[in-house]
C-alpha cells in the first residue's frame, strides 16, 4: 500500500478510528478500499450476468424517460471520474506529482461506471424491469461513498479552507449522481414489448415487481390487502407465472426422462450385442464368485462379465429430476449457503457488545454501530432466508407439477398388462401421495447438507468459547435424538390404532344415520348409543397414551437447549479451577446452542422424509417406465380398398407373457355393411373389438382400419360433466344433429324426468343415470361423433327390450341412421340377426364360421345350435314378463323412472337391484302400448311419501345448503367459540393450564437470571467461593422448569381429550334425540362430516395447535419481560410494535386461510377427472381425444398451482414483515443496553440480546398458530351447531309411565286428528276420527300420497300432532315418553334394515330374550334352516346394510324382530313392489297364525292381502273416504270398488 499511496498517505491510523469520539478513515484506505469494493463487485459479477441475459431474453424494453436518464447519468460520472484523472495528469505536467492511487482509482472508477452504463442498455434489450444486480452496485457505492463524505466535511471545517477545490467539487458531484442512480435503481421500466403481461388479463405482479419488492415480497400486499376486505374467490387470484405453468414444467422434465430412456436402451443394446458375440455360458458361470472356483478360461470369464452387466440398466428417474430442476433448486442452495453464513455473525456481535458493555471509557459510537450490525445482520438474513424458501417450495410446486403431467400422459398410454399391475387408487395415488412427498421434501432437501454445516460451524465456535467441555453438551443432544425417536415410533403405532378406531365409529354412525328412521321406530337409539360411546372411549384412550408420550417430548424439546447448557457450564467450571464463566461466554454459547437446536432436530425428519421420498422414486420410476401400446400395431391408413376393416392372420394377446387369446383371425368387412359377432361367454367377443382399436399385444398378423372410428364399450364411461358434453364430446355443437341423434338413441323421454334437461351435471361414473340410460349416452356420443367404422361392444344388453328394438331399427340396422357406414355389432340379442349382412360366429378364440344369416343356418354348424339355445331362453323370458304384468297391475308405482330420480334427489339408498331391475323390466313392457305418462294416472302404489314430495323439498334444500355453506366458512371466529371451548374443557382447568404456562415461563426467565448473576461474579472475582451453589441452583431452576412443562403439557392434553369427549357425547345424544324431519332435510353426508372430520380436528388437530400456542406466546412475553427489565425504557417501543404485528397478523390470517380452502377445492378436481381417464382411457383413445384429455388435466393442475402459489407467497410475506419486527425488537434491546450501559452489568446485556435474538422464531410461529387455531376452532363451532338443533320429545316421561303390561285390549282410537310433515307444510291428515277395536285387522289403502304411511307414523310419533289426539286402551299417547310408546308398538318397514354385527344383535340388540326365544322367532319367521346351516349361528356377521342376505331374507329377518317384540299392536308397511312372492306370502301366512289376537294395520298394495280383514280404511287426499268390510264396500261400488276392478278382483 506503501507503493500506491506513497509515505505521506498512512493505509490505517489506530487513533484516528477506534481511539476517539470523532472516527475518521484514512485517505488511502478511502481511495483505495472503499472505492474499489463496488468495481470489484461489478467487475467479478458482470461477466456471468451477462451470460445469463444473453441466455435469457423476454424482448425489449423501448427506451423510455427513465431509461434515458439512468444512461445519461451514467455517462456524466464516467465524465466526472475522468476528469479527475486528466486533472492528475494536468498536476504532473506542472510539476506536483501525486501518488499512483491518484490515477488508478479514477481509471477504474471511470471504466466501472462504463460498464454500468453498457448494462443498463443491456437490460433493457433483454427486457429486463428491475435490475437486482445494478441495484446493490449503486448501493454498496453509496454506502462507501458515505465516509469519503463525512471525512472531506470534517476535514474541510478543521482548516479554514478547502484545499482541493476540484477534487472536492467532483466528490460530490459523483455523490450526488450516484444517489441519483440508486433512486432511479428503485422504479421499474415498463413490461417488455410483445411479453404475455400485456395480454394476461390478471397477471401476476411478480414478473413486473422490482428488485426491492421482489427481495421483500412487497407485490403480494394488494392480496392481502383484498383478502382481507373479503374472502377471496377464485376469480381474484394471478394468473400462475409462465414458467410454472405445465406447459412448460412437464415437457421439460419429459425431454430429460426420454433422454434417459434413450439411454438406458442403448446401453442395453450395446451390452446385447456383446453377449451374442460369445459362445453361451455355461450354468454356473452365473454364481457371482467368478467362475468354477478359479479353474474357468478366460474366455468364461470375459462372458461372466458382460452377463453381469447385462442386468438392464434402469432408466433413472432421478437423474431426470434433478437435470430437470437442479440448477433452479441450486440458486436456493446458494442463498441457503449465504444464510447458514451470516447466522454466525451475530453470535460474534454479541460478544462485542458484552465486551463492549464491560470495558470502560470505550467510545459510544462503537456500541451504536454494533447494535445496528446485529440489525442489519439479521436483517439480510431474513431476506436471503425467505428468497431461498421461496426457491425451494417454487421447485416443489413444480416438481408436483411435472410429476402429474408425466404421470397422467403415461396413464393414457400404457398397455394392459401394465394396467393390471397397477390398479387406478395406485395410479391417483402416486399423483396425490407421492407427488406430495417430493414437494415437501425439496423444501427441506438443503438441511440435509445445511444441518452438518450448521452443526460443524456451531461446534467450532463453541469450542473456541467453551473448549473441550462443549462436549458435554453435545453428548446430551445426541443421546436425546434416540428418545425423540423411540418417541416418533411409538406415537405413529399409536396414530395407526387410532384411524382404525376412527374408521369403525364413522361405519357405525354412518349405518346409524341411513338407519335412523328404523332406529327410532324400534327405539333402539340406547343401544346403539353404547356401542358407539364404547367405541369413542378406545379412541380416546389411544389419544391418551398419544398425549402423554406428545407430553415427554415437549418436555425433551423444551429442556434440550437448557441441560446441554447446563451440563457445558457445569463440566467447564468445574474441570478447572481457573476456567471462569463470564457473560461473553456464557450467553455467546447460549445463541449458539440456539442456533444448534434447529439443524440437530431438523436431521432426523429430512432423512426419514428423504427414506419415504425414495420409496415414492421408486414407484413413480417403476410406473413410468411400464410398457406403453405401440400406435403403430393397427394400420390406420386411409387406402382405397373395397374393406373397411381387415384382419390377416391375427393373433393377438392382452400381455406379452400370457398365452394368446384370438388365434389366427381373418376377417374383412366390406365398407357400409353391418357384421354382427356372436359366441358364448367368454369365447373373445370383446377382445376381437379391442385388437382393433390396438389395444392388445399384436403377436403376428396385420390390422387395418379406414378412417376414424367410434366405439361404444360394453360398459358405459360416462364423464363427470353435463348430458350434453357427454355427448358432444369435444366436438362442435349443431342443433338439428344432436336432436336427431337424441330421438336415434331414444334419450329425449329420459331429458324430461332429468332436472336439467340435457345440461343436467352427471356425477362420477354415470351416478345418476340408471345402466340403460348410460349405455344410450355412450351410443349417443358414437353417433355423433360422425366416425367411419363404428365398433360397437354389445350396447344392447343393458337396455330393455322394447328400447333395444327401437335403437337397432333406428340406429344400427338397415334403416337407421348409421346405414352406409361399416358396422361392427357385438350381440346376444338373436333376433336382430336376420337383418345383419354378415354374422362372425366365435368359438374359443377362434372364428368358426362367418357368413350371412341363411347361409349359416344351412351350414348347421356352430352358429344354429348356438340359435336353438338362446332362442327358446328368449321367448319363454318375454312371455313370462307380460303374464305377470297382467296379473299384478297393482303393484306397480306410477312411473319406474321417475321413481328412480327422486330417490337420487333424497340421497337415500336406491331400491335394490333387484327390485330395480324387476320393475324397469315390466314397466317398460306396459309402457309400450301405450304413453306411459296418461296412464300412471289412474294407477296406485308406492305409497312412500318421497315420492310425492320431492319437488318441492329438493328446491328449498339446495337454497338452504348454500346458505349453510357461506355462514360456516367466512370471517372471524367469534370470541365465543373460544369461550365455548374453554368452558368444554373445564373453566377451572383452563386457569389452571394458564397459571402453569406462567410458572414454566417464571422458571426459564429465573434460570437465565441466576446465570447472569453467577456471570457476573466474574467481574467481582468471587467465582471460587460458589461454584457449587450457582451450578446447584441453576439446575434445579431448569429442572422445575422441565417438570412444569411436562405437567402443563399433561393437563392441557387432559383437558382437551375431556373437552373432545364431552362435545362429541353432546353431538351424538342430541342427533340421537333429533326429530325424523331434520334428517329428511339434512343430507347424511353433512352429519357424518361432523362426526368425522370436524370430531378429528377437535381431537387431533387442535390439542396440539393450542400447545403450540401456549408455548409460542409465552416464550414471546418472556422474552418482553426480560428486555423491559433490564431495559425498561424498552416499553416505549412495544406499543408500535405490537401495533404493526396484529396489524400484519390480520391480514395474513384472513387471506391465508382462503387461500388454503380455495386450494383444497381446487385439488380434488385433478384426482377425480385423473381416475375417470384411466377407467376411460380405450374410450379417450379411440376417439383420438388423448391430447385434448392431456390438457384438461393440465388446466385443472395450474388451476390449483394458481391457489397455491400465493399460499406460499403470503407465508413468505408473513415471514418478512414479522422477522422485521423481530429484528427491531433486536436492534432496540441492544441500542438501550448501550445507552444504559453505565447502570447495567454485562450479565443483564447478554441476557436481553440474547432473548431478542431467539424471539423472531416464536413470533412467527405465533402468527401461524393463531391463523391454524382460527381454522381448527371453527370445528368446535360446528360440532356446537348441530349439538344444539332442536329435539323431540322425552324418551321417557317418569310420572306418565303407562303400566308394563299396557296396552293389553290393543283399543287404538283417533279423535279429530290432524298433521302435517314440517312446519309450513300442508296437512297430510286432516281431522281423522276412527275406533278400532283391540284384534281387528284393519287394511289401509289409498292413491299415492293420500296419507297411508303418514297413519302409522303418527302412531309412533314420528309426526307429532298438529289437532286432535291419539289414545291406545285409554292412554293418551302425546303424554307419555317416546320409548314408553315405540317399544309397545311392533312395525315390519317396508325396506328392510340391517346393521352390520352379529345376526343375534339385529334381533335384539338390548339382549332381552333368551336363545331359545330367538330360535323360536327365526322358526316362525323361516329363517330356522337357513342360520342353522351357518357354521357361526345366531353370531354370524352381518355385512353394512345386511349385503351377505338377500333381500327376502332380510325382510324375514324384520318378521323375525317383530315376533320377538310381540306386542299387541303390529303395523304391517307392505314393501312397494313385489320383493319375492315368495317371501311375501311367508309374512302374511305368518301373520295371520302368530298375530291372531292382535290388532294389526295393514298398509296394502296389493288389495288380494287384505281382502279377509275385518275392515278396509281407505284413505283419499288425507282423509277418510271409506271405512267398512271389504265385502260391505265392494257393494257400495265407491273407490275401493274401482280399486279393485283395476286389480283383477272384482267384476
Known sequence: MERLCGPELPFWVANQTFHTDRPDLPECFQLSVLSWLPCIYLFVVSPIYSFYLKRNSKGYIMMSILNRFKTAFGLFLWIVCWTDLFYTFHELRHGHSQPPIYFITPLVLGMTMLLATFLIQFER????????????????????????????????????????????????????????????????????????????????????????????????????????????????????????????????????WEKELVKAKSEQSVSSQVMYAKPPPSTTNHIAGGGGGGESSPEEVEVLLSSQKVAPRQPSFLRALIKAFGPYFLIGSAYKLLQDAITFVNPQLLRMLISFTKQKGVPDWWGYTLAFLMFFTALLQTLILHRHFQYCFVTGMNVRTALIGAIYRKALAITNAAKRSSTVGEIVNLMSVDAQRFMDLTTFLNMLWSAPLQIMLALYFLWQNLGPSVLAGVAVMVMLIPFNAVIAMKTRGYQVEQMKHKDDRIKLMNEILNGIKVLKLYAWEKSFKEKVLAIRQKELNVLRKTAYLGALSTMAWTSAPFLVALTSFAVYVTVDENNVLDAERAFV??????????????????????????????????????????????????????????????????????????????????????????????????????????????????????????????????????????????NAYNEQKYRCVLDACALTPDLEVLPGGDLTEIGEKGINLSGGQRQRVSLARALYSDADVYLLDDPLSAVDAHVSKHIFDNLIGPEGLLKGKTRILVTHGISFLPQVDNIVVMVDGRVSEMGSYQELLKQNGAFAEFLRNYALEDIIEEDEATEELIEDEELFPNDALSNHHTDMVDNEPVINEAKKSFIRQISIVSSEGENPRCRSVRRHGCSQRKHSEPQEKKKPQEADKLIQAETAETGRVKTKVYLEYAKAVGPLLSVVICLLYGCQSAAAIGANIWLSQWTNDASRNQTKENVNMRVGVYAALGIVQGILVMISSFTLAMGNIGAAKKLHFNLLNNKLHTPQSFFDTTPIGRIINRFSKDIYVIDEALPSTVLMFLGTFFVSLSTMIVIISSTPIFAVVIAPLAFIYVFVQRFYVATSRQLKRLESVSRSPIYSHFSETVTGSSVIRAYGRHTAFVLMSDMKVDENQKSYYPGIVSNRWLGVRIEFIGNCIVLFAALFAVTGKESLNPGLVGLSVSYALQVTMSLNWMVRMTSDLENNIVAVERVKEYSETKTEAPWEVEDKKPPAEWPIQGNVEFHEYSVRYREGLDLVLKNITLNVKGGEKIGIVGRTGAGKSSMTLCLF??????????????????????????SKLTII???????????????????????????????????????????????????????????????????????????????????????????????????????????????????????????????????????????????????????????????
Open 125 to 256: 434489450l433483454r427486457g429486463v424491469q428491475s435490475s437486482g444486480v445494478l441495484f446493490i452496485f449503486w448501493f454498496l457505492s453509496v454506502l462507501c461513498a458515505i465516509v469519503p463524505f463525512r471525512s472531506k466535511i470534517l476535514k474541510a471545517s478543521s482548516e479554514s479552507e478547502v484545499t482541493d477545490k476540484l477534487r472536492f467539487t467532483t466528490f460530490y458531484i459523483y455523490f450526488g449522481l450516484v444517489v441519483c442512480q440508486l433512486i432511479l435503481c428503485c422504479f421499474n421500466e415498463k413490461p417488455p414489448l410483445f411479453s404475455n403481461v400485456v395480454t394476461d388479463p390478471n397477471p401476476c405482479p411478480e414478473t413486473t415487481a422490482g428488485f426491492l419488492s421482489t427481495m421483500t415480497f412487497w407485490w403480494f400486499t394488494s392480496l392481502a390487502i383484498k383478502g382481507y376486505k373479503m374472502p377471496l374467490e377464485a376469480k381474484d387470484l394471478w394468473s400462475l407465472n409462465q414458467r410454472d405453468s405445465s406447459k412448460v414444467m412437464v415437457p421439460r422434465l419429459l425431454k430429460e
Open 1389 to 1547: 318397514p317396508q325396506e328392510p334394515v340391517l346393521f352390520s354385527g352379529t345376526l343375534r344383535m339385529n334381533l335384539d340388540p338390548f339382549e332381552k330374550y333368551n336363545d331359545e326365544e330367538v330360535w323360536k322367532a327365526l322358526e316362525h319367521s323361516h329363517l330356522h334352516k337357513f342360520v342353522s346351516n351357518q357354521p357361526a349361528k345366531l353370531e354370524l356377521e352381518c355385512s353394512e346394510g345386511g349385503e351377505n342376505l338377500s333381500v327376502g331374507q332380510r325382510q324375514l329377518v324384520c318378521l323375525a324382530r317383530a315376533l320377538l317384540r310381540k306386542t299387541r299392536i303390529l303395523i304391517l308397511d307392505e314393501a312397494t313392489a313385489a320383493i319375492d312372492l315368495e317371501t311375501d306370502d311367508l309374512i302374511q301366512s305368518t301373520i295371520r297364525t302368530q298375530f291372531e289376537d292382535c290388532t294389526v294395520f295393514t298398509i296394502a298394495h296389493r288389495l288380494n292381502t287384505i281382502m279377509d280383514y275385518t275392515r278396509v280404511l281407505v284413505l283419499d287426499k288425507g282423509q277418510i273416504a271409506e271405512f267398512d268390510t271389504p265385502t260391505n264396500l265392494i257393494s257400495k261400488r265407491g273407490i275401493f270398488y274401482s280399486m279393485t276392478k283395476d286389480a283383477g278382483l272384482s267384476q
Open 589 to 730: 454459547s447460549l445463541s449458539l446452542f440456539n442456533i444448534l437446536r434447529f439443524p440437530l432436530n431438523m436431521l432426523p425428519q429430512v432423512i426419514s422424509s428423504i427414506v419415504q421420498t425414495s420409496v415414492s422414486l421408486k414407484r413413480i420410476q417403476s410406473f413410468l417406465s411400464h410398457d406403453e401400446l405401440d400406435p403403430n400395431s393397427v394400420d390406420r391408413n386411409i387406402t382405397a380398398s373395397e374393406f373397411a376393416v381387415t384382419v390377416v392372420n391375427g393373433k393377438f394377446t392382452w400381455a406379452k407373457e400370457d398365452t394368446p387369446v384370438l388365434h389366427n383371425i381373418n376377417v374383412m368387412v366390406p365398407q357400409g355393411s353391418l357384421l354382427a359377432v356372436v359366441g358364448h361367454v367368454g369365447c373373445g367377443k370383446s377382445s376381437l373389438i379391442s385388437a382393433l382399436l390396438g389395444e392388445m399385444e399384436k403377436v403376428e398378423g396385420d390390422v387395418s382400419i379406414r378412417g376414424s372410428v367410434a366405439f361404444v364399450p360394453q360398459q358405459a364411461w360416462i364423464q363427470n360433466a353435463t348430458l350434453r358434453d357427454n355427448i358432444l364430446f369435444g
Open 1357 to 1382: 310419533r314420528l309426526l307429532e300432532a298438529a289437532a286432535g289426539e291419539i289414545t291406545i286402551d285409554d292412554v293418551k299417547i302425546s303424554e307419555i315418553g317416546l320409548h314408553d310408546l315405540r
